[in-house]
Protein backbone atom coordinates (compact mmCIF):
# COMPACT_ATOMS: atom_id res chain seq x y z
CA UNK A 1 0.00 0.00 0.00
CA UNK A 2 1.54 3.41 -0.78
CA UNK A 3 0.67 5.76 2.00
CA UNK A 4 -0.14 9.90 1.29
CA UNK A 5 3.20 10.65 1.92
CA UNK A 6 5.05 8.49 -0.37
CA UNK A 7 2.08 9.78 -3.03
CA UNK A 8 2.97 12.90 -2.66
CA UNK A 9 6.73 12.22 -2.82
CA UNK A 10 5.83 10.63 -5.89
CA UNK A 11 4.12 13.16 -7.35
CA UNK A 12 6.72 15.93 -6.44
CA UNK A 13 9.48 13.60 -7.98
CA UNK A 14 7.20 13.61 -11.15
CA UNK A 15 7.02 17.46 -11.33
CA UNK A 16 10.27 18.31 -11.06
CA UNK A 17 11.23 15.57 -13.49
CA UNK A 18 8.43 17.12 -15.75
CA UNK A 19 10.22 20.95 -14.80
CA UNK A 20 13.49 19.51 -15.86
CA UNK A 21 12.71 18.41 -19.01
CA UNK A 22 9.55 20.63 -20.41
CA UNK A 23 10.16 24.25 -18.34
CA UNK A 24 8.29 25.68 -21.27
CA UNK A 25 5.39 24.01 -20.01
CA UNK A 26 4.95 26.06 -16.71
CA UNK A 27 3.94 29.15 -18.10
CA UNK A 28 2.64 27.72 -22.08
CA UNK A 29 5.51 27.00 -24.87
CA UNK A 30 8.12 29.57 -25.17
CA UNK A 31 8.49 31.63 -28.18
CA UNK A 32 8.98 29.86 -31.48
CA UNK A 33 11.98 30.59 -33.38
CA UNK A 34 11.69 32.35 -37.12
CA UNK A 35 11.15 30.27 -39.61
CA UNK A 36 12.86 30.92 -42.91
CA UNK A 37 11.38 29.14 -45.99
CA UNK A 38 14.12 28.28 -48.63
CA UNK A 39 11.61 26.63 -50.81
CA UNK A 40 7.83 25.81 -50.44
CA UNK A 41 6.19 23.18 -51.47
CA UNK A 42 4.64 23.48 -55.37
CA UNK A 43 2.82 20.50 -56.81
CA UNK A 44 3.08 21.88 -60.33
CA UNK A 45 7.16 21.91 -60.06
CA UNK A 46 7.39 18.60 -58.51
CA UNK A 47 8.27 19.51 -54.77
CA UNK A 48 5.62 17.80 -52.73
CA UNK A 49 6.79 16.25 -49.19
CA UNK A 50 10.55 17.65 -48.93
CA UNK A 51 12.17 14.48 -47.33
CA UNK A 52 15.84 15.52 -45.68
CA UNK A 53 18.84 17.97 -46.28
CA UNK A 54 21.90 17.68 -46.86
CA UNK A 55 24.87 20.03 -47.02
CA UNK A 56 27.77 20.74 -48.99
CA UNK A 57 29.67 24.25 -51.13
CA UNK A 58 28.84 23.23 -54.21
CA UNK A 59 30.59 26.57 -55.83
CA UNK A 60 33.41 26.92 -53.31
CA UNK A 61 32.26 29.97 -52.36
CA UNK A 62 32.69 28.61 -48.12
CA UNK A 63 29.08 28.58 -47.64
CA UNK A 64 26.92 25.77 -47.12
CA UNK A 65 24.54 24.61 -49.86
CA UNK A 66 21.64 22.01 -49.73
CA UNK A 67 20.26 19.56 -51.91
CA UNK A 68 16.90 18.01 -51.10
CA UNK A 69 14.44 15.05 -53.03
CA UNK A 70 10.89 16.14 -52.68
CA UNK A 71 9.11 12.37 -52.29
CA UNK A 72 5.98 12.76 -53.45
CA UNK A 73 6.75 15.18 -56.20
CA UNK A 74 9.34 13.89 -57.19
CA UNK A 75 11.92 16.48 -57.97
CA UNK A 76 15.86 16.34 -57.07
CA UNK A 77 16.64 20.08 -56.04
CA UNK A 78 19.98 22.04 -55.26
CA UNK A 79 19.83 25.43 -53.34
CA UNK A 80 22.09 27.92 -53.40
CA UNK A 81 23.48 29.12 -50.18
CA UNK A 82 23.08 33.42 -50.97
CA UNK A 83 24.85 34.64 -48.12
CA UNK A 84 24.23 35.98 -44.95
CA UNK A 85 22.38 39.14 -46.31
CA UNK A 86 20.15 37.35 -48.51
CA UNK A 87 19.58 34.63 -46.32
CA UNK A 88 16.16 34.84 -45.24
CA UNK A 89 14.34 35.02 -48.43
CA UNK A 90 13.98 32.28 -51.06
CA UNK A 91 17.13 30.48 -51.55
CA UNK A 92 18.10 30.38 -55.44
CA UNK A 93 17.58 26.68 -57.12
CA UNK A 94 18.28 24.19 -60.02
CA UNK A 95 15.86 21.04 -60.05
CA UNK A 96 18.57 18.61 -61.10
CA UNK A 97 16.28 15.38 -62.43
CA UNK A 98 13.06 13.69 -61.47
CA UNK A 99 12.59 10.36 -60.07
CA UNK A 100 10.08 8.21 -58.42
CA UNK A 101 10.12 8.33 -54.30
CA UNK A 102 13.33 10.11 -53.65
CA UNK A 103 13.48 9.01 -49.99
CA UNK A 104 17.36 11.26 -49.83
CA UNK A 105 19.18 13.37 -52.54
CA UNK A 106 23.25 13.59 -51.21
CA UNK A 107 26.09 15.45 -52.69
CA UNK A 108 29.02 13.27 -54.18
CA UNK A 109 31.87 13.81 -57.06
CA UNK A 110 31.61 10.78 -58.59
CA UNK A 111 33.52 11.49 -61.73
CA UNK A 112 36.25 13.39 -59.87
CA UNK A 113 35.75 16.22 -61.91
CA UNK A 114 35.40 19.07 -59.27
CA UNK A 115 32.13 19.62 -59.67
CA UNK A 116 29.75 18.23 -57.08
CA UNK A 117 27.21 15.59 -58.45
CA UNK A 118 23.78 14.63 -56.58
CA UNK A 119 22.89 10.56 -55.98
CA UNK A 120 19.40 10.09 -55.10
CA UNK A 121 18.01 6.86 -53.48
CA UNK A 122 14.66 5.38 -54.80
CA UNK A 123 12.10 3.33 -53.11
CA UNK A 124 8.25 3.12 -54.03
CA UNK A 125 8.10 1.40 -57.46
CA UNK A 126 11.37 2.32 -58.56
CA UNK A 127 13.39 0.82 -56.47
CA UNK A 128 16.60 2.13 -58.08
CA UNK A 129 19.32 4.89 -57.46
CA UNK A 130 20.36 7.58 -59.76
CA UNK A 131 23.07 9.45 -60.42
CA UNK A 132 22.29 13.17 -61.40
CA UNK A 133 25.42 14.52 -63.41
CA UNK A 134 26.53 17.62 -63.05
CA UNK A 135 27.78 20.20 -65.94
CA UNK A 136 31.59 19.49 -66.87
CA UNK A 137 31.44 23.29 -67.30
CA UNK A 138 30.97 25.25 -63.66
CA UNK A 139 29.10 28.08 -65.50
CA UNK A 140 26.44 25.57 -66.55
CA UNK A 141 25.83 24.60 -62.93
CA UNK A 142 23.15 25.97 -62.07
CA UNK A 143 21.40 25.29 -66.08
CA UNK A 144 18.82 22.53 -65.46
CA UNK A 145 19.17 21.45 -68.84
CA UNK A 146 22.72 21.07 -68.65
CA UNK A 147 22.03 18.05 -66.32
CA UNK A 148 21.97 14.20 -67.39
CA UNK A 149 20.22 12.06 -65.00
CA UNK A 150 20.47 8.42 -65.37
CA UNK A 151 20.00 4.87 -63.37
CA UNK A 152 22.84 2.89 -61.79
CA UNK A 153 22.83 -0.58 -63.09
CA UNK A 154 23.44 -2.15 -60.06
CA UNK A 155 20.86 -1.03 -57.95
CA UNK A 156 18.17 -1.24 -60.72
CA UNK A 157 14.82 -2.40 -59.30
CA UNK A 158 17.00 -4.10 -56.18
CA UNK A 159 15.96 -2.86 -53.38
CA UNK A 160 13.96 -0.39 -51.51
CA UNK A 161 17.20 2.67 -51.33
CA UNK A 162 16.67 4.80 -48.10
CA UNK A 163 19.65 6.42 -47.86
CA UNK A 164 23.79 7.03 -49.31
CA UNK A 165 26.88 8.96 -47.52
CA UNK A 166 30.28 9.22 -49.78
CA UNK A 167 33.40 8.49 -48.40
CA UNK A 168 37.02 7.66 -49.39
CA UNK A 169 37.43 3.85 -48.61
CA UNK A 170 40.69 3.06 -50.45
CA UNK A 171 42.37 6.16 -50.25
CA UNK A 172 42.42 6.71 -54.19
CA UNK A 173 40.48 8.18 -57.18
CA UNK A 174 37.22 9.23 -56.72
CA UNK A 175 35.11 8.43 -53.54
CA UNK A 176 32.99 5.63 -52.80
CA UNK A 177 28.67 5.50 -51.92
CA UNK A 178 27.65 3.68 -48.47
CA UNK A 179 24.11 2.74 -49.18
CA UNK A 180 21.25 1.58 -47.76
CA UNK A 181 18.01 0.00 -47.92
CA UNK A 182 14.45 -1.08 -46.08
CA UNK A 183 12.14 -4.11 -46.18
CA UNK A 184 13.06 -7.76 -47.95
CA UNK A 185 16.53 -8.05 -48.46
CA UNK A 186 17.50 -4.75 -47.15
CA UNK A 187 21.30 -3.78 -46.62
CA UNK A 188 24.42 -2.18 -46.24
CA UNK A 189 26.76 -1.62 -48.79
CA UNK A 190 28.90 0.29 -50.60
CA UNK A 191 29.19 1.21 -54.56
CA UNK A 192 32.49 1.22 -55.73
CA UNK A 193 34.13 1.48 -59.56
CA UNK A 194 34.84 -2.02 -60.89
CA UNK A 195 38.04 -0.27 -62.31
CA UNK A 196 39.47 2.10 -59.85
CA UNK A 197 41.40 3.83 -62.35
CA UNK A 198 38.09 4.76 -64.56
CA UNK A 199 36.67 7.84 -63.96
CA UNK A 200 34.67 7.88 -66.55
CA UNK A 201 30.49 8.68 -66.69
CA UNK A 202 29.63 4.94 -66.69
CA UNK A 203 27.27 4.42 -64.52
CA UNK A 204 27.30 0.54 -64.85
CA UNK A 205 30.82 0.87 -63.96
CA UNK A 206 30.18 0.25 -60.33
CA UNK A 207 29.61 -2.82 -58.26
CA UNK A 208 27.77 -3.14 -55.30
CA UNK A 209 29.01 -4.86 -52.24
CA UNK A 210 26.88 -6.14 -49.83
CA UNK A 211 28.30 -6.01 -45.57
CA UNK A 212 25.37 -6.33 -43.63
CA UNK A 213 21.55 -7.20 -44.06
CA UNK A 214 19.24 -5.01 -42.45
CA UNK A 215 15.93 -4.38 -41.92
CA UNK A 216 14.81 -0.32 -42.34
CA UNK A 217 18.55 1.48 -42.09
CA UNK A 218 18.03 5.11 -41.12
CA UNK A 219 21.51 6.67 -40.89
CA UNK A 220 24.89 6.36 -42.55
CA UNK A 221 27.61 8.34 -40.74
CA UNK A 222 31.27 7.70 -42.37
CA UNK A 223 33.92 8.15 -39.55
CA UNK A 224 36.79 6.91 -38.34
CA UNK A 225 36.24 5.17 -35.02
CA UNK A 226 39.42 2.99 -34.49
CA UNK A 227 41.98 5.71 -35.16
CA UNK A 228 43.44 3.50 -37.34
CA UNK A 229 43.51 6.35 -40.54
CA UNK A 230 40.25 4.74 -42.74
CA UNK A 231 36.61 5.54 -42.73
CA UNK A 232 34.57 3.25 -40.63
CA UNK A 233 30.92 3.54 -40.64
CA UNK A 234 28.42 4.62 -37.70
CA UNK A 235 24.52 2.77 -38.69
CA UNK A 236 21.17 2.88 -37.31
CA UNK A 237 19.18 0.11 -38.32
CA UNK A 238 15.27 0.83 -37.06
CA UNK A 239 13.49 -2.86 -37.89
CA UNK A 240 14.88 -6.27 -37.78
CA UNK A 241 16.25 -9.14 -36.06
CA UNK A 242 19.84 -7.10 -36.52
CA UNK A 243 18.36 -3.77 -35.54
CA UNK A 244 20.05 -1.54 -32.92
CA UNK A 245 23.13 1.43 -33.62
CA UNK A 246 26.35 -0.13 -34.05
CA UNK A 247 29.46 0.40 -36.91
CA UNK A 248 31.41 -1.42 -39.50
CA UNK A 249 35.11 -1.94 -39.39
CA UNK A 250 37.11 -1.04 -42.51
CA UNK A 251 39.85 -3.67 -42.71
CA UNK A 252 41.63 -1.15 -44.22
CA UNK A 253 42.28 -0.71 -48.56
CA UNK A 254 43.75 -4.32 -49.48
CA UNK A 255 40.67 -5.96 -48.44
CA UNK A 256 37.91 -3.21 -48.08
CA UNK A 257 36.40 -5.02 -51.70
CA UNK A 258 35.99 -7.97 -49.27
CA UNK A 259 32.51 -7.87 -47.32
CA UNK A 260 33.89 -10.51 -44.63
CA UNK A 261 36.38 -8.54 -43.94
CA UNK A 262 34.02 -5.89 -42.30
CA UNK A 263 33.83 -6.50 -38.37
CA UNK A 264 30.20 -4.93 -37.61
CA UNK A 265 30.15 -4.07 -33.84
CA UNK A 266 26.80 -3.42 -32.50
CA UNK A 267 26.76 -1.21 -30.11
CA UNK A 268 23.54 -1.37 -28.56
CA UNK A 269 19.44 -0.80 -29.13
CA UNK A 270 18.43 -3.98 -29.54
CA UNK A 271 14.44 -3.97 -28.77
CA UNK A 272 14.33 -0.31 -29.83
CA UNK A 273 13.10 1.45 -32.96
CA UNK A 274 16.67 3.47 -33.71
CA UNK A 275 15.70 6.84 -35.91
CA UNK A 276 18.56 9.22 -37.29
CA UNK A 277 21.96 9.85 -34.77
CA UNK A 278 24.65 11.71 -34.76
CA UNK A 279 28.06 11.66 -33.55
CA UNK A 280 30.16 14.29 -31.75
CA UNK A 281 32.26 14.61 -28.56
CA UNK A 282 29.34 15.17 -25.98
CA UNK A 283 31.14 15.76 -22.79
CA UNK A 284 34.88 16.84 -23.61
CA UNK A 285 36.56 13.74 -23.25
CA UNK A 286 37.78 13.60 -26.87
CA UNK A 287 35.85 10.19 -27.56
CA UNK A 288 33.79 10.21 -30.30
CA UNK A 289 29.72 9.78 -28.52
CA UNK A 290 26.35 9.27 -30.51
CA UNK A 291 23.25 9.71 -29.82
CA UNK A 292 20.00 8.38 -31.51
CA UNK A 293 16.75 9.55 -31.41
CA UNK A 294 14.03 6.45 -31.46
CA UNK A 295 9.93 6.15 -31.93
CA UNK A 296 10.12 4.68 -28.18
CA UNK A 297 9.55 7.85 -26.45
CA UNK A 298 13.81 8.20 -25.71
CA UNK A 299 17.09 9.12 -27.29
CA UNK A 300 19.91 6.65 -26.41
CA UNK A 301 23.42 8.43 -25.91
CA UNK A 302 26.31 5.68 -26.50
CA UNK A 303 29.59 6.84 -25.08
CA UNK A 304 33.00 5.38 -24.74
CA UNK A 305 34.63 4.10 -21.83
CA UNK A 306 38.38 2.67 -22.47
CA UNK A 307 37.05 -0.10 -24.84
CA UNK A 308 33.51 -0.16 -23.12
CA UNK A 309 30.19 1.60 -24.86
CA UNK A 310 27.68 2.53 -22.08
CA UNK A 311 23.96 3.36 -23.25
CA UNK A 312 22.07 5.93 -21.45
CA UNK A 313 18.64 7.29 -22.39
CA UNK A 314 17.19 10.16 -21.98
CA UNK A 315 13.63 11.29 -22.61
CA UNK A 316 12.21 12.56 -25.26
CA UNK A 317 11.41 16.45 -25.03
CA UNK A 318 7.51 17.17 -24.48
CA UNK A 319 6.88 13.69 -23.59
CA UNK A 320 6.85 13.34 -27.65
CA UNK A 321 6.82 9.22 -28.22
CA UNK A 322 8.22 9.52 -31.57
CA UNK A 323 11.77 10.69 -32.02
CA UNK A 324 13.38 11.68 -35.88
CA UNK A 325 16.39 13.16 -36.17
CA UNK A 326 18.81 14.75 -33.78
CA UNK A 327 22.02 17.29 -34.47
CA UNK A 328 24.58 17.48 -31.76
CA UNK A 329 26.34 21.12 -31.52
CA UNK A 330 26.53 24.31 -28.75
CA UNK A 331 23.12 26.13 -29.26
CA UNK A 332 23.61 28.66 -26.82
CA UNK A 333 26.70 29.21 -27.01
CA UNK A 334 28.06 28.22 -23.28
CA UNK A 335 30.88 25.82 -24.67
CA UNK A 336 28.47 23.12 -23.89
CA UNK A 337 27.52 20.68 -26.60
CA UNK A 338 23.41 20.96 -26.96
CA UNK A 339 21.36 18.40 -28.98
CA UNK A 340 18.51 19.79 -31.49
CA UNK A 341 15.47 17.25 -31.78
CA UNK A 342 13.26 16.90 -34.70
CA UNK A 343 9.86 14.30 -34.14
CA UNK A 344 6.66 12.80 -35.90
CA UNK A 345 4.50 14.51 -33.90
CA UNK A 346 1.52 11.97 -34.73
CA UNK A 347 -0.82 15.25 -35.27
CA UNK A 348 -0.46 16.36 -31.79
CA UNK A 349 -0.84 20.45 -32.24
CA UNK A 350 0.04 20.72 -28.98
CA UNK A 351 3.78 20.62 -28.62
CA UNK A 352 6.83 21.74 -30.97
CA UNK A 353 7.79 18.94 -33.66
CA UNK A 354 11.19 21.14 -33.36
CA UNK A 355 13.32 21.85 -30.06
CA UNK A 356 16.38 21.97 -28.52
CA UNK A 357 17.70 19.98 -25.05
CA UNK A 358 20.51 22.10 -22.95
CA UNK A 359 22.95 20.17 -21.84
CA UNK A 360 23.47 21.59 -17.63
CA UNK A 361 25.38 19.02 -15.89
CA UNK A 362 23.71 15.96 -15.72
CA UNK A 363 20.35 17.64 -16.57
CA UNK A 364 18.67 18.26 -19.85
CA UNK A 365 15.94 21.26 -20.15
CA UNK A 366 14.07 21.16 -23.64
CA UNK A 367 12.83 24.28 -24.93
CA UNK A 368 10.94 25.23 -28.13
CA UNK A 369 12.27 25.86 -31.37
CA UNK A 370 9.21 24.68 -33.99
CA UNK A 371 6.45 25.83 -32.03
CA UNK A 372 2.95 24.10 -32.78
CA UNK A 373 3.66 24.39 -37.24
CA UNK A 374 4.28 22.00 -38.68
CA UNK A 375 3.99 17.32 -38.19
CA UNK A 376 6.66 15.15 -39.64
CA UNK A 377 9.95 16.43 -39.20
CA UNK A 378 13.46 15.00 -41.07
CA UNK A 379 16.68 15.12 -40.83
CA UNK A 380 18.40 18.85 -38.71
CA UNK A 381 21.10 20.37 -39.61
CA UNK A 382 23.29 23.22 -37.83
CA UNK A 383 25.00 25.77 -39.50
CA UNK A 384 25.33 29.76 -38.48
CA UNK A 385 23.56 30.79 -42.14
CA UNK A 386 23.17 34.39 -40.89
CA UNK A 387 26.84 34.67 -39.65
CA UNK A 388 25.64 36.45 -36.42
CA UNK A 389 27.65 34.07 -34.19
CA UNK A 390 25.17 31.10 -33.76
CA UNK A 391 23.66 27.97 -34.69
CA UNK A 392 20.58 28.42 -36.50
CA UNK A 393 19.02 24.83 -37.41
CA UNK A 394 17.83 23.75 -40.86
CA UNK A 395 15.57 21.24 -41.46
CA UNK A 396 11.99 20.23 -43.78
CA UNK A 397 8.38 19.42 -43.09
CA UNK A 398 6.51 17.18 -45.13
CA UNK A 399 3.18 16.13 -43.76
CA UNK A 400 1.72 19.93 -43.80
CA UNK A 401 3.81 20.51 -46.93
CA UNK A 402 6.18 23.66 -45.28
CA UNK A 403 8.89 22.70 -47.47
CA UNK A 404 12.72 23.30 -46.84
CA UNK A 405 13.38 26.00 -44.54
CA UNK A 406 15.57 26.81 -41.78
CA UNK A 407 14.74 28.64 -37.83
CA UNK A 408 16.75 31.62 -36.64
CA UNK A 409 18.82 31.16 -33.25
CA UNK A 410 17.31 34.14 -31.23
CA UNK A 411 19.92 33.86 -28.32
CA UNK A 412 22.92 35.68 -29.27
Given at each position: M?TE????AK??A????V?C?CPD??T ?9 T?D????A ?8 V????V ?10 GW???G????YR ?11 PS????RV???E ?8 N???L????S ?14 A???D?W ?5 K?G ?8 Q ?9 L ?6 E ?11 I ?8 D ?6 GG????K ?17 DG ?15 VG ?8 N?R??A?W?D??L?GQ ?13 G ?9 TR?Q ?19 P???P ?6 I????G ?11 T ?7 G ?9 K ?8 IV ?5 L?E ?18 D???V????N?L?
Amino acid sequence: MITEGQGLAKRSALLLLVVCLCPDLLTGLAKPWKRHTIDSSNKAAGKLGADGVRLADVNGDGLLDITTGWEQGGAIVIYRNPGPAKVRSAWPSVTVGRVVSPEDAVFVDLDNDGNLDVVSSCEGSARTMYIHWAPAKRGDYWNPSAWKTGAIPATKGKQLWMFAAPAQLDGRGAVELFVSSKGADASIGFLVRKNADSLTRDAGGFEFVKLRSAGWIMSLEPLDMDGDGDTDLIYSDRRGDNRGVGWLENPGSANFRKAAAWNDHLLGGQGKEVMFLDAADLDGDHDTDIVCTTRNQQLLIFKKTDSRWNVDTLPNPYGLPHGKAVAIGDVNGDGRPDLVHTTNTGGNRKVPGVSWLEQAGTKWAAHNIGGIVGVKFDLIELVDLDKDGDLDAITCEESDNLGVFWYENPLK
